[in-house]
């Protein structure tokens, strides 16, 4: 069964903005990481653990290749504000 | 419009400039990102930095074959596996794969996709609601 954590990132992702820190920015770039794979990566995400500072690890999500891709966001008013991104 | 993380500034509106890699080229582009002069943090909307891509993706094709690494970023950046591509381009998933792990094609592969990337640009869907793939119309 889906979280009500994850459920609320993916509601916000799907209706409102996902938006990139400078420096998920920096990690999207460094490891080829494009903003297709982000909306997919959330849309299949499994786990959504919310952590210190506001802080969720949405998990178990892959990108368009299949690989896994997890995500660090922040639920904010626009919508999902991504810290960084985790491949595997 | 105030930040969305310490509420407290008022958005800036900043044009910058963005380097977006395809293969082994590196297009230089500009985007538009929100920064907040109060805390720092900037925003960088991910329709915007689509918007990017494809605009890079449209550049590369048009100035050489889809092969290899770009063939494969191009599709990524399209938002599809290689089996969802396939009915796009007519071609099997496993001629695709091919594609992006050799060193030739045909010109009429880079076509297929550059049409695909001009077609996205347009704000067109690839996919159908249930995520199935959209025959695309002949090209006469």
Known sequence: MTSPVLSEIQRAATYGDILLSRHAEERCDERSVRATDIKRAIKTATSAV???????LVSGGVDVSGDALNIVCQLVRRGVYIITVIGA | MKCDLCQKGDLVSEVVPR????????????????????????????DALHAAELRAARRVLLEGPAV?????????????????????????????????NADETSPANT??????????????????????????????
């Open chain 2, 68 to 100: 290899g690494t770009v063939a494969r970023d191009v599709r990524k950046i399209l938002g599809l596996t290689q089996r969802e591509l396939s009915p796009l381009i007519g071609l099997s998933w496993e001629a695709i794969s091919r594609l992006e």
């Open chain 1, 50 to 56: 919310v952590q210190g500072n506001d802080a969720i």
């Open chain 2, 111 to 140: 076509m297929a996709l550059l049409l695909l990337v001009e077609r996205a640009m347009r704000g067109e869907a690839l996919e159908g609601d249930r995520g199935e793939a959209v025959k695309l119309s002949r090209v006469s």
């Open chain 2, 19 to 46: 380097l977006t890699n395809i293969g082994p080229y590196a297009v230089r582009d500009t985007v538009t990102r929100d920064r907040c002069p109060a805390c720092g943090e900037t925003f960088l909307g991910l």
